[in-house]
């Protein structure tokens, strides 16, 4: 009957602590994305003028009107190239080193604390995982393909020195 009791108590231990584990790497990832959004701020995006909004909803737009819509549109494109793929770009980078700093973090608190750890280790996954959305956004097939290969790489090592490795005696 004790051990029942027990083995009840630590499956409930056990769910709380892998919920915990996933909360805290949601945070995590969180707080970088915030944190960036907070003190890096997004580029201005353009504004439509009312002339150039005609279009979209006359039956037969004016010339003006027509005009006005080719330059809004070649501002957004102009805006979107210049502007806000470079953003995404230092986003990428800046949070693909956090990432990396958060792994380091995890892996180092990995032998003393172990749900902690992990939960940083999902933190920085998550945020690795961030970089790689934002990299795609910066419209740059290149650049994307190197931070999935970073991505990657710190993705191998993290199992190897999580799970391969064997602790020295």
Do not use: C
């Not at 584990?21 to 701020?41: M, P, Q």
């Not at 749900?115 to 795609?136: C, E, M, N």
């Not at 993290?158 to 602790?167: N, Q």
């Amino acid at each position: 009957m004790a051990s029942k009791a027990k083995s009840k108590k630590t499956e409930h231990y056990t769910l709380l602590r892998a919920i915990y584990v996933v909360f805290l790497g949601l945070i995590i990832a969180l707080f970088v994305g915030l944190g960036i959004a907070a003190f890096y701020e997004t580029p201005k995006r353009p504004e439509q003028s009312s002339l150039a909004q005609e279009t979209n909803y006359a039956k037969e737009p004016t010339p003006q009107a027509v005009e006005a819509q080719k330059a809004f549109d070649k501002q957004m494109k102009d805006y979107e190239e210049n502007k806000l793929g470079p953003y995404n770009r230092n986003v990428s980078i800046i949070t693909l080193v956090i990432a990396v700093v958060i792994l380091t973090v995890g892996l180092l608190f990995s032998g003393r604390f172990l749900v902690l750890s992990d939960g940083i280790l999902l933190g920085g996954v998550f945020t690795l995982l961030y970089s790689i959305l934002r990299a795609t956004m910066a419209n740059n097939i290149r650049f994307t393909f190197i931070v999935v290969a970073v991505s990657l790489a710190v993705t191998i090592f993290l199992g190897f020195w999580k799970f391969l490795r064997r602790p020295k005696k």
